[in-house]
T-cell receptor, first 109, second 117 residues
């Protein structure tokens, strides 16, 4: 079957760096997405990786290794507003998104 | 980026009534739209995939007669929850796929919170 694994919850300190890991097993691969979701709101797009390597976008970076079925989202200079759930999703061979359960990130002062 | 709107944002209805939720892509044409529901503290669950001009494809366990989906144009899809019951209370989110060469991305609507009394 298809599955996406990511930690349920992580805690980090304001100003620090945190890495959220995601491993996947899917039928086909057409890219991996990271979304941020604040409570009660729809997800917002953060990043898209389809080739191996690191994509940097401001304080957020996303890494992909297709051979390992692995990705991580790196958040630097954490701010209180970064407290949210972070969802990893893989687009399979049918161009459907397979979602992870999300990682709840708690930022402490 | 592309914008997807959803209406209404919140709805409270009585058990047994039907509720229609609209999803619109505002500045792009979406041949495919997706409908999700999300229970508290859970991930998104895909309910159905809607292709313009054809019948929606429902995921296993989703009742197509209860959750009616219509994708009449390239910018509008509707989800109608028929004969709603309290267990249908949830956060419903639509997304629209914008296809570009070598790139597929989904843009999400803001969601509709449905409460059935």
């Amino acid at each position: 079957g298809q599955n996406i694994d990511q930690p349920t919850e992580m805690t980090a300190t304001e100003g620090a760096i945190v890495q959220i890991n995601c491993t996947y097993q899917t039928s086909g691969f057409n890219g991996l997405f990271w979304y941020q979701q604040h409570a009660g709101e729809a997800p917002t797009f953060l990043s898209y990786n389809v080739l191996d390597g690191l994509e940097e976008k401001g304080r957020f970076s996303s890494f992909l290794s297709r051979s390992k079925g692995y990705s991580y989202l790196l958040l630097k200079e954490l701010q209180m507003k970064d407290s949210a759930s972070y969802l990893c999703a893989v687009m399979d061979s049918n161009y459907q998104l397979i979602w992870g359960a999300g990682t709840k990130l708690i930022i402490k002062p | 980026g592309a914008v997807v709107s959803q209406h209404p944002s919140r709805v409270i209805c009585k058990s047994g009534t039907s509720v229609k939720i609209e999803c619109r892509s505002l500045d792009f044409q979406a041949t495919t739209m997706f409908w999700y529901r999300q229970f508290p503290k859970k991930s998104l669950m895909l309910m159905a995939t809607s292709n313009e001009g054809s019948k929606a494809t429902y995921e296993q366990g989703v009742e197509k007669d209860k959750f009616l989906i219509n994708h009449a144009s390239l910018t509008l899809s509707t989800l109608t929850v028929t004969s709603a019951h309290p267990e249908d209370s949830s956060f419903y989110i639509c997304s629209a796929r914008e296809q570009r060469e070598g790139y597929n991305e989904q843009f999400f609507g803001p969601g509709t919170r449905l409460t059935v009394l």
